[in-house]
């Protein structure tokens, strides 16, 4: 893999210096310092104080395989003896897990880990008998799918990914019938069918309640990988998928190597996701000369960002944890190990695809790359089904940023603020993961001690654009109650929302109707912000530092700022915000029904 001692990167703006480089070996020097850590601390290991093996992460003995595997299988892996020493390494460390829980997704990376180790001639010599022997019993799709049905037992949808990956791998080492791969295929797009029609984006939700997240574009891209890596014709349904994901990810480039901001589980793996699907449109012929071109751009880009942001020297890891920076407890830091060796993979292995089509050096240069997304519209609406409810995206590009207003469901995140229908871009808007705290959407105070608040329930989204200036309208018939696991409507109020986009500002204008005053005690609206030295006159701030420059809200009765940079709360992927100013309105007037308020942000255009 010449590529990887070759490639060099001339990083772009939105955070990345312009004359620094990079070396992807980087990431292969990473994971070798992390295996002679891991290995000289023997079973008990730890990294930042985490204890390694607990059988705490269900995926761990898998991502060992794939994630250490790329020292034996990548050109630059040590010759001889070194290579020896390294194959007892892996061996060891393939002991040391047999015995650990490996569910699904590290089921998914054993089998792929074992195909890469066949086509290297390596599987007898990095496999011990027995162990293999194990592997080949336990490695299977079937703990998660009912094997007659092909139904997934309590997954969310994209576990049929998952499993038909699994099953596919299965088949391609020779472990199982071809035809199981192919049903579970069927079972996917059939889930497809009944609840995204034909948009191309899956449901997260198994009954179709419109959970569209991250892995909705994604999915599409994992499938086409996995037909590449077992070398099989691609599906002409996933071809299709794959068009539609990467024309949305296209949309989506920014200067920064930021992707997914949206929802649960994004940071480093927002911005992989945007790698697995850009670099499968590209192995398979999807994107033309140009879009090519910039998407391979914007992987070198994202691979600046794993390197100089997400990963830690001080730590010795990726960061998605300590100073100020949180994610959602499906990645909690229990699982510090796996999340280095599955995002490492992620970064090698699509960059394995761009060297064999050709791509090498840092492409494009930063003014070519940028003339580029200036030149992409402005405005983009993404409708991810045809159902009851909005299910949308509104990119929106001002310059070098670019905002994501996504609409959704969220399922049982519904009431989490990663979850708000606000627009997000990096070092301007970023939520909390997991948090209820109002981020930027009014909350509704009941007089039974209920909350609630306008998300979810989303009706007759209508988007319409004049140059540079844009509006995004549509109605809440009902609210979403607050503080429950189950999505519950609430029929006390309505209300209708409209966003405003223009260069440098945003705006929203909330028109609610009360169908009974007297149980509505109070509206507020927060919004936490990373900008800083703040002054607060009536409604508005003002701020000295940072992105955002000005908030102001209408119809409130009174603001109040606070510094949040120590409360956990505010933590972000990105990490910790500075300053929080919330609003409120007394709802005191019992014939009151309607009842309006709203907010303009202005922030500074990202330097060119």
């Not at 880990?113 to 194990?134: F, I, K, M, S, Y």
């Not at 309640?209 to 891209?221: I, P």
């Not at 986009?501 to 009360?514: A, K, N, Q």
């Amino acid at each position: 893999m010449k590529w990887l001692r070759q490639l060099t990167i001339i990083l772009a703006a939105g955070g990345l210096a312009s004359d620094a480089t990079a070396d992807a070996t980087n990431v292969l020097d990473q994971l070798d310092g992390l295996l002679q850590n891991v290995i000289e601390q023997g079973p008990l290991a730890e990294l930042d104080g985490e204890s390694l093996f607990t059988g705490r992460d269900r995926f761990l003995p898998g991502k060992v395989a794939l994630g250490f595997g790329w020292m034996l299988w990548a050109e630059e892996a040590p010759l001889a003896e070194a290579f020896d020493a390294r194959l007892a390494q892996y061996r060891t460390l393939l002991e040391w897990t047999q015995g650990e829980s490996n569910r699904s997704w590290g089921v998914y990376y054993s089998l792929s880990a074992l195909n890469r180790l066949r086509q290297a001639g390596l599987l007898e010599d990095a496999v011990p008998l027995d162990v293999l022997e194990q592997m080949r019993a336990d490695l299977d799709w079937r703990g998660f799918v009912d094997a007659e049905t092909y139904e997934l037992k309590r997954y969310p949808a994209n576990y049929y990914g998952v499993a038909f990956s699994i099953a596919r791998l299965r088949a391609t080492l020779g472990w199982d019938d071809p035809e199981h791969a192919d049903a579970l295929l069927e079972r996917m797009v059939q889930h497809y069918a009944e609840h995204a029609g034909d948009s191309g984006f899956s449901d997260e939700a198994n009954d179709g309640a419109g959970r569209f997240d991250r892995y909705s574009v994604l999915l599409a891209g994992e499938m086409a990988q996995r037909f590449r890596e077992t070398g099989t014709l691609l599906d002409s349904r996933v071809r299709a998928w794959l068009e539609q994901a990467a024309e949305f990810v296209l949309q989506n480039l920014n200067a920064g190597g930021h992707g997914f901001q949206f929802g649960r589980s994004v940071g480093p793996y927002g911005d992989t996701a945007f790698l697995e699907v850009l670099s499968a449109a590209a192995h398979y012929g999807l994107l033309d000369e140009t879009e090519e071109a910039m998407a391979y751009a914007f992987s070198q880009r994202v691979l600046r960002k794993y390197l100089d942001f997400w990963f830690d020297e001080g730590m010795g890891s990726v960061n998605l944890w300590e100073h100020g920076r949180e994610t959602d407890g499906y990645r909690g830091k229990h699982r510090i190990l796996g999340e280095n060796l599955s995002l490492s993979h992620h970064l090698l292995y699509t960059g394995e695809i761009w060297r064999d089509l050709g791509y090498e050096g840092p492409g494009v240069s930063d003014e070519e790359f940028h003339r580029w997304l200036e030149a992409l519209p402005r405005h983009s609406l993404t409708r991810f089904s045809d159902g009851e409810w909005a299910r949308l995206n509104l990119t929106v590009r001002d310059g070098l940023d670019r905002f994501g207003l996504w609409l959704s469901n969220g399922g049982p995140y519904h009431d989490t603020n990663p979850y708000s229908p606000i627009p997000v871009a990096w070092d301007v808007v970023q939520t909390a993961p997991g948090e209820t705290w109002p981020q930027l959407v009014p909350r509704l105070h009941m007089s039974d001690g209920e909350e609630l608040a306008p998300l979810v329930f989303m009706q007759d989204a209508d988007f319409a654009a004049d140059g540079d200036k844009g509006v995004l309208r549509w109605e809440h018939p009902v609210m979403n109650r607050i503080g429950t696991s189950r999505l519950e409507a609430d029929e006390r109020a309505g209300v209708s929302v409209e966003y405003r986009f223009s260069p440098g500002t945003i705006e929203r204008h909330d028109v609610f109707e009360l169908a009974e005053p007297g149980e509505v005690d109070s509206i507020e609206v927060q919004f936490a912000s990373f900008s800083t030295d703040p002054v607060l006159r009536d409604t508005r701030v003002e701020f000295a530092e940072g992105r955002v420059r000005g908030f102001e809200v209408f119809g409130v009765d009174s603001c109040e700022l606070a510094d949040v940079s120590d409360d956990p709360r505010y933590r972000t992927p990105q990490g910790p915000k500075a300053t929080r100013i919330r609003c409120e309105r007394a709802i005191d007037a019992p014939d009151q029904h309607t009842v309006e308020l709203g907010w303009r942000l202005s922030y500074e255009p990202a330097d060119r």
